[in-house]
């Protein structure tokens, strides 16, 4: 299939992770089909991680609230149903005045078929095993077949049946080169004028069963700096500072916070920096290694052969003494698969990845 001018539609609006994971297959289609023209359905949050890259050629944001969040207020249904509504409203104008040919749905559920249908006409291509109904809506189906487990490579077999595989030049993510000055200037600011030994620390995500104990993350910064030498950088967004303060108020020493001072693409401008990702399972932990940096996550209630950092040199510290590992609950009365995790174990994982 020559997709040389085409105009392909992404549908891959969230979540942070999911977005990055989706990255290679982007720039493997305009690296095989270069005057194609790629536009993508994003969540407003997460636009900024496509911003800078020379793969994508529009961004389509969206903002439909999440009701899978645990964090989900009350009502939240009703308020994503609206949402939809007026998306879909939205897209359907938008598109009928530039529609597009190729529509690739990987997000694989039933809004993200309505998003797809709401371009007139176009081939329409999305997972065999897609749930809610998805199936219906595509033209084309595409099933990655059992050895291919993990997200990226999942998402990538709709490269390979467009006939353009991915390759290592396409495992890449563009924060912009003023991402990156904003950087180097924050951390100037902070007083560090050498930017090595640098540990982009990541405490939060979004489900409660993924977080470690705040008394392990102070015990954990503490060695870095005392005895690695290492400068480590609490990273996050606004709504991360109350529980990265209880762990900062825990230390003996001063780390540095970039929570809720830098925006997404300066923080992955800022992971790319950093020697080593140490933190749980979350967005950051994805683009810290789709940047190149060594990432070290612990893992508790999903499986990191679906969802770990994806490459090679990372490391993965999860606990195999448990039967209930991978459970996938967002809340759960006993977090022993992470509070058995000791700050000791971490801290030799980092240490040899420091330089």
């Not at 389509?60 to 007026?86: L, M």
């Not at 470690?212 to 996050?236: K, P, R, S």
Request: positive net charge.
């Amino acid at each position: 299939m020559d997709l040389n001018r085409k105009r392909i539609l992404i549908v891959k609006p969230s979540s942070l992770g999911d977005v990055v994971h989706t990255l290679p297959l982007a720039h493997a289609i305009k690296r095989c089909f270069p005057s194609c023209f790629i536009g993508w359905v994003v969540q407003k949050a997460f636009a900024p991680i496509l911003e800078n890259d020379p793969a994508i050629d529009e961004i389509v944001p969206i903002f439909i609230p999440s009701t899978s969040d645990p964090q989900a207020p009350r009502g939240a249904f009703i308020r994503a149903t609206r949402e939809t509504i007026r998306v879909m409203r939205s897209l359907r104008k938008r598109f009928r005045v530039a529609p597009y040919d190729l529509i690739l749905d990987l997000h694989a559920s039933f809004r993200s078929a309505l998003i797809g249908l709401a371009n007139p006409g176009g081939l329409r291509i999305g997972f065999a095993a897609a749930k809610e109904l998805n199936t219906w809506f595509q033209d084309r189906h595409i099933a990655p077949g059992k050895d291919k487990i993990y997200a990226v490579d999942e998402n990538l077999a709709f490269g390979d049946e467009l006939g353009c595989p991915a390759v290592a030049e396409d495992f890449r993510i563009h924060p912009g080169q003023a991402a990156r000055d904003r950087v180097l200037r924050f951390l100037k600011d902070k007083g560090i004028d050498d930017p090595s030994r640098l540990v982009y620390a990541n405490p939060a995500a979004r489900w409660e069963t993924k977080f470690w104990t705040v008394e392990a993350w102070a015990e954990l910064a503490d060695l870095l700096i005392e005895q690695a030498g290492a400068t480590v950088i609490f990273c996050g967004s606004p709504a991360d500072v109350p529980h990265i303060q209880q762990i900062t108020g825990r230390m003996r020493r001063a780390p540095v916070v970039s929570a809720g001072e830098l925006n997404l693409a300066e923080a992955v401008a800022l992971a790319e920096r950093c020697d080593v990702y140490v933190g749980v399972d979350s967005g950051p932990m994805h683009f810290a290694a789709l940047a190149g940096t060594k990432v070290v996550a612990l893992f508790g209630p999903t499986d990191p052969a679906r969802v770990g950092p994806y490459g090679e040199g990372h490391t993965v510290i999860r606990r195999t003494d448990l039967d209930c590992l991978g459970c996938r609950k967002r809340a759960c009365g006993n977090r022993k698969c992470l509070e058995g995790i000791t700050a000791r174990t971490v801290f030799e994982a980092v240490t040899p990845l420091l330089g």
